[in-house]
């Protein structure tokens, strides 16, 4: 839509304001002038109409420029005001958009999900003048990846090369796209690319892209293919191997438990290639090693990191003590963690929880609480994850008294619980015998929002009618009634039965149809 332009109308002025020469005073300065005051009988004259403004003055329209655009643009929070703005904008006399306003709002329109005005919004673009750099297809295509669009993601890699600046994709973009493919397991889409990329443009692979390969050939568990790729590299001039080529290699040998492989290509790495390891390619061993049992091995890494002059990170002591507490070694994680604390480590909300849930399987809940206080005490904020598990814990010793407490106060102290919180406590509650609880957590859920499993609610249903308390279980019923709950009909018969044994068929029919107008 063409902007309007405001247009002031001229006010014509009085005589008297003609021809008087005072200054134009406006309403709320004459009201306020101390010779203004009127005696009740007098009626105030109005004020004298200033004189129009020069043609020159006048207001008119603000022009939207490019950054005008983009920021408008970047504003909403409706795609479809959006893409009103950006029309609006080239109606504009002299206006045409460029790479930077369609990039805003295709990126805008992508995380909206509005796929089909994007490739209306495309065809567009192949009928401007301009041609468009690559940032503005790089960062849509990992959005429409993680949309699980990767087929789209591709057909728009291959339609906008023509639209470029440079009608051949760089290895950047080669690489993001190839990349995103391979997160989203598109392995097939992956090897079309690359197939496309060596024919029609004849781009030669460099380091990212052969690492990225290696990634792919190892998620699909072909480590075979992944070590021809890098005996490719080994002779190439384009592409050599680096950290990340063997820390991905040795991390597929290690999935597959090849964990003789994988050290044995870790030495060959420092001899032959003499590419010297990091952290993180250490953690890929200390890993591995864990995560089979041989923890005392991964313990050896670290003695050998700091041989070498690597210092191992917060990372490396949580992914062993993580070995540790998996094998129910929970003094040595415990010495670990202490280790950790004494060189200066920040120590993070993963790792405390990692040690509170090793300590409160051993059956030292106590213990995991005061570490929970420990870690609140040092700033470091327990979340809903920690406070799972210190839940389940507290559940399996059946102190449900204390996990009740936790679930009643935890709100309190701006701690936002999930519904996985309640039902781990309710579902112990239930399959403990202990209905009074479970009846009262019910309500404590159904007041704050979250709804029980749905077996769950129907077994409670269930055994309230069998014990007899009818009304309890007609007041839960209203309950998950409100919240979507439809009972199943073994349920609803048992119900029904109860209730009209105890003649409240008004209650029944009040029920049902609350039931099925919540439906």
Same mark, same amino acid.
């Given at each position: 839509?063409?902007?309007?332009?405001?247009?002031?109308?001229?006010?014509?002025?009085?005589?008297?304001?003609?021809?008087?020469?005072?200054?134009?005073?406006?309403?709320?300065?004459?009201?306020?002038?101390?010779?203004?005051?009127?005696?009740?009988? =007098?009626?105030?004259?109005?004020?004298?109409?200033?004189?129009?403004?020069?043609?020159?003055?006048?207001?008119r329209?603000?022009?939207?420029?490019?950054?005008?655009?983009?920021?408008?643009?970047?504003?909403?929070?409706?795609?479809?005001?959006?893409?009103?703005?950006?029309?609006?904008?080239?109606?504009?006399?002299?206006?045409?958009?460029n790479?930077?306003?369609?990039?805003?709002?295709?990126?805008k329109?992508?995380?909206?999900?509005?796929?089909?005005?994007?490739?209306?919004?495309?065809?567009?673009?192949s009928?401007?003048?301009?041609?468009?750099?690559?940032?503005?297809?790089?960062?849509?295509?990992?959005?429409?990846?993680?949309?699980?669009?990767?087929?789209?993601?591709?057909?728009?890699f291959?339609?906008?090369?023509?639209?470029?600046?440079?009608?051949?994709?760089?290895?950047?973009?080669?690489?993001?796209?190839?990349d995103?493919?391979?997160?989203?397991?598109?392995?097939?889409?992956?090897?079309?690319?690359?197939?496309?990329?060596?024919?029609?443009?004849?781009?030669?692979?460099?380091?990212?892209?052969?690492?990225?390969?290696?990634?792919?050939?190892?998620?699909?568990?072909?480590?075979?293919?992944?070590?021809?790729?890098?005996?490719?590299?080994?002779?190439?001039?384009?592409a050599?191997?680096?950290?990340?080529?063997?820390?991905?290699?040795?991390?597929?040998?290690?999935?597959e438990?090849?964990?003789?492989?994988?050290?044995?290509?870790?030495?060959e790495?420092?001899?032959?290639?003499?590419?010297?390891?990091?952290?993180?390619?250490?953690?890929? $061993?200390?890993?591995?090693?864990?995560?089979?049992?041989?923890?005392?091995?991964?313990?050896?890494?670290?003695?050998?990191?700091?041989?070498?002059?690597?210092?191992?990170?917060?990372?490396?002591?949580a992914?062993?003590?993580?070995?540790?507490?998996?094998g129910?070694?929970?003094?040595?994680?415990?010495?670990?963690?202490?280790?950790?604390?004494?060189?200066?480590?920040?120590?993070?909300?993963?790792?405390? =929880?990692?040690?509170?849930?090793?300590?409160?399987?051993?059956?030292?809940?106590?213990?995991?609480?005061?570490?929970?206080?420990?870690?609140?005490?040092?700033?470091?904020?327990?979340?809903?994850?920690?406070?799972?598990?210190?839940?389940?814990?507290?559940?399996?010793?059946?102190?449900?008294?204390?996990a009740?407490?936790?679930?009643?106060?935890?709100?309190?102290?701006?701690?936002?619980?999930?519904?996985?919180?309640?039902?781990?406590?309710?579902?112990?509650?239930?399959?403990?015998?202990?209905?009074?609880?479970?009846?009262?957590?019910?309500? $404590?859920?159904?007041?704050?929002?979250?709804?029980?499993?749905?077996?769950?609610?129907?077994?409670?249903?269930?055994?309230?009618?069998?014990i007899?308390?009818?009304?309890?279980?007609?007041?839960?019923?209203?309950?998950?009634?409100?919240?979507?709950?439809?009972?199943?009909?073994?349920?609803?018969?048992?119900?029904?039965?109860?209730?009209?044994?105890?003649?409240?068929?008004?209650?029944?029919?009040?029920?049902?149809?609350?039931?099925?107008?919540?439906?």
């Amino acid at each position: 839509m063409r902007p309007q332009y405001l247009k002031r109308k001229p006010a014509t002025p009085t005589a008297a304001a003609a021809s008087s020469s005072l200054q134009w005073i406006s309403p709320l300065q004459y009201l306020k002038s101390p010779t203004s005051n009127p005696s009740p009988t =007098t009626t105030p004259l109005p004020p004298p109409t200033p004189p129009p403004p020069p043609e020159s003055s006048r207001r008119r329209s603000r022009y939207i420029s490019h950054a005008d655009a983009i920021r408008l643009i970047n504003r909403q929070t409706d795609p479809q005001r959006a893409l009103d703005l950006f029309n609006s904008a080239a109606s504009q006399p002299g206006f045409a958009h460029n790479h930077t306003t369609y990039s805003a709002l295709l990126l805008k329109l992508a995380r909206h999900r509005r796929f089909a005005a994007i490739d209306a919004l495309f065809h567009r673009m192949s009928f401007e003048p301009c041609r468009f750099h690559e940032p503005i297809f790089l960062r849509l295509i990992p959005l429409l990846c993680r949309a699980s669009l990767p087929d789209k993601a591709l057909h728009i890699f291959r339609s906008t090369i023509p639209l470029l600046v440079r009608c051949k994709p760089s290895l950047k973009a080669l690489a993001t796209c190839l990349d995103s493919l391979v997160e989203s397991q598109r392995f097939e889409l992956a090897q079309e690319l690359l197939s496309d990329a060596r024919s029609r443009f004849s781009i030669v692979p460099n380091t990212c892209v052969c690492n990225i390969l290696v990634k792919h050939h190892c998620r699909r568990g072909d480590t075979t293919a992944a070590f021809r790729i890098l005996d490719e590299m080994r002779t190439s001039e384009s592409a050599k191997p680096n950290l990340i080529t063997y820390s991905t290699l040795m991390g597929g040998l290690c999935r597959e438990g090849k964990l003789k492989d994988a050290f044995e290509l870790f030495e060959e790495m420092i001899d032959r290639d003499k590419i010297v390891p990091d952290p993180l390619t250490y953690n890929v $061993l200390i890993d591995g090693f864990c995560r089979s049992g041989q923890v005392d091995r991964a313990r050896k890494l670290f003695a050998f990191m700091r041989n070498n002059d690597c210092e191992p990170n917060m990372y490396n002591y949580a992914t062993l003590m993580n070995g540790y507490c998996r094998g129910g070694r929970v003094e040595e994680a415990k010495e670990l963690f202490v280790e950790m604390g004494n060189i200066g480590l920040e120590i993070d909300a993963v790792t405390y =929880t990692t040690l509170i849930g090793c300590i409160c399987r051993e059956g030292r809940v106590d213990e995991g609480i005061e570490l929970v206080k420990e870690m609140r005490k040092k700033g470091c904020k327990a979340d809903v994850v920690t406070y799972n598990v210190v839940l389940r814990e507290l559940c399996k010793v059946e102190k449900f008294q204390e996990a009740m407490g936790l679930l009643e106060c935890l709100p309190y102290e701006g701690l936002r619980l999930n519904v996985a919180s309640y039902r781990i406590v309710l579902n112990s509650l239930f399959a403990q015998g202990e209905i009074e609880k479970a009846v009262g957590l019910l309500g $404590l859920m159904l007041g704050r929002g979250f709804m029980p499993h749905f077996v769950t609610s129907n077994k409670l249903l269930l055994q309230l009618c069998e014990i007899g308390r009818v009304a309890d279980a007609t007041i839960a019923l209203y309950g998950l009634a409100e919240m979507g709950f439809m009972p199943e009909v073994a349920t609803w018969a048992k119900f029904v039965e109860c209730v009209c044994g105890e003649r409240k068929f008004k209650k029944v029919i009040e029920l049902l149809d609350s039931i099925i107008t919540e439906q």
